[in-house]
T-cell receptor
Framework: DSGVTQTPKHLITATGQRVTLRCSPR?????VYWYQQSLDQGLQFLIQ???????AKGNILERFSAQQFPDLHSELNLSSLELGDSALYFC???????????????FGSGTRLTVV | AQKVTQAQTEISVVEKEDVTLDCVYE???????LFWYKQPPSGELVFLIR??????QNEISGRYSWNFQKSTSSFNFTITASQVVDSAVYFC??????????????FGKGTKLSVKP
């Protein structure tokens, strides 16, 4: 167990639907990152939150949104789903120190989304 | 812009062979971090190593070793005496300072390693 919890592990849904993926970061980690891994695009950074605030955006579609709550858990909302959204979605968390020292990222086991 | 290139898409070796996975990176940051992750068929991402831009010492951990060369912007990974359990996709990744706008990981496309008995 890495300490980062992602739910659900598997999700099958139909095109046009909306789903929510949940991530609980490792205890003490303030930053949460979402990544999408698809066969053709590899591991793509979607969005980063730090202590409740959006810090950086990557290749995130407008149909996708995310937020980080006061208890630091994060949710990734995917709407108007298309077949091409089928992928493995990872959440990662990290500690950011004032000195900038990097303790690394801890990844969850991912949510496998299948859109049919 | 930050970029990571893993030119080798797939590598196949026979057990006990040594294999080197190449990684070349691009960044304008003076402080950055390099990582290697392993993704076995089960799908999880397994952390292997983290290196900061100020530490160019090579590192060895058992059968794994890493060669960081700032002059060529490379961070190569060698597995000595490969084993079937080493079969996986290996990702090289780059990040800036955590918490900042460059704190996210930029991954290479990955190298699929197959080790045959």
């Amino acid at each position: 167990d890495s300490g980062v919890t992602q739910t659900p592990k598997h999700l099958i849904t139909a095109t046009g639907q909306r789903v929510t993926l949940r991530c609980s970061p490792r205890s003490g980690d303030l930053s949460v990152y979402w990544y999408q891994q698809s066969l053709d695009q590899g591991l793509q950074f979607l969005i980063q939150y730090y202590n409740g605030e959006e810090r950086a955006k990557g290749n995130i579609l407008e149909r996708f949104s995310a937020q980080q709550f006061p208890d630091l858990h994060s949710e990734l909302n995917l709407s108007s789903l298309e077949l091409g959204d089928s992928a493995l979605y990872f959440c990662a968390s990290s500690v950011a120190t004032s000195a900038g020292f990097h303790y690394g990222y801890t990844f969850g086991s991912g949510t496998r989304l299948t859109v049919v | 812009a930050q970029k990571v290139t893993q030119a080798q898409t797939e590598i196949s070796v026979v057990e006990k062979e040594d294999v080197t996975l190449d990684c070349v990176y691009e960044t304008r940051d003076t402080t950055y971090y390099l990582f290697w992750y392993k993704q076995p068929p089960s799908g999880e991402l397994v952390f292997l190593i983290r290196r900061n831009s100020f530490d160019e010492q090579n590192e060895i951990s058992g059968r794994y070793s890493w060669n960081f060369q700032k002059s060529t912007s490379s961070f190569n990974f060698t597995i000595t005496a490969s084993q079937v359990v080493d079969s996986a996709v290996y990702f090289c990744a780059l990040s800036g300072l955590p918490g900042g706008s460059q704190g996210n990981l930029i991954f290479g496309k990955g190298t699929k390693l197959s080790v045959k008995p």
